[in-house]
């Protein structure tokens, strides 16, 4: 979506993507896009191709789209190259920190050569040293506009609650299952769906099963590319993860107009949910039961907070005012004459131990020779 909002303002733009099986694209992307597809592991050979790629490419602007510690490649190919660099934070970062997979130290190090830093949401940016607030712009993410809202039906027929994402143990589907497995005996008109795969998904078979689920009651639909149609089916979406960036199935239930129901101890979910206003927030425990059973036996209360969905995501999360904020942020980073990879104690600055750990742990094959030249070190 950024790389079409710029395409469609004049800008060349190139895409570099790291996927060892080559797939192509599933997001329809401008004609003019450029994409360009490297292994996910970096080697010293396939970093310097890229390099000579971006050369010839003559960039104005390097963006950075990751999770973890592969940000280092990209302030590697922004020292090289001495342009702007933005980069950009799709995880929530006290999960990245707690898995191993991109530790404070080395965070802070990495964004200090960045030039701009987009974060997800305003409680990441305490993650951050202070040193680095003044880099940092916050945008939401955002959800492609629906055709049509949900349906919400409360008529006669089974009425759908709806789970979206991964089948694997951070995301609690099995605490679903037992939520679910109470709530239908409450509302035995309702039934869940689950749109997703993952190594879950026998365990969680065999676990409805033993809750006395039956097929009326549950479906496993397995991976769906166009969860739209299913967000116009439901009425109630779910989500008792234990962490989440920032949700895109959240923000893709509230532009249909559906009310959520998720956990308060996931980071962050209390700012996408307004409990009480859009959805309930509750512990994955007996009060996720309690919560399913409230908006299924309330149609009035259910209708009223998808409806408070729908217009907050107008607000806050429409691709209108998504786009606008990104342009800006682009254009703005661009714009800066001397960014900090053309400073020459950039790398100096950073702590040797943080680095040496990152190389190690895969963040880039050149990253280590870069700092030993600009230390001066052969």
Known sequence: MIANLCAEQGHRVFIHTFDNAGGRPTYPLHTGIEVRTHRERPTPVNEMQILLELTTQCPDLVIGLHLDRGFYQYVYYAHRLGVPLLLSEHDNPVYTHKMGRFFKEERDVIFFGADRIHLLADTFLETLSPSLWDRVRIIPNTATEPELPARLESGSGPKTVLYVGRLVPVKRVANLLVAISAAVKEAPDWRLQIAGDGREEQPLRTLAGKLGLSRDEILFMGRIEDTYALYRAASILVLPSEWEAQSLVVIEAMAH??????????????????????????????????ALTRLMRDPVLLAEMGKAGRERYEKEFAPEAFGKRWLALIEETAAISEPVARQANILHQWPEAALEQAVAQGAGANVAKVIQMSRGKK
């Open 257 to 290: 107009g559906l009310p959520v129901v998720a956990c308060k101890d996931c980071q962050g979910m209390d700012a996408l949910v307004r409990d009480g206003v859009t959805g309930l927030l509750t512990d994955p425990g007996p009060g996720l039961a309690r």
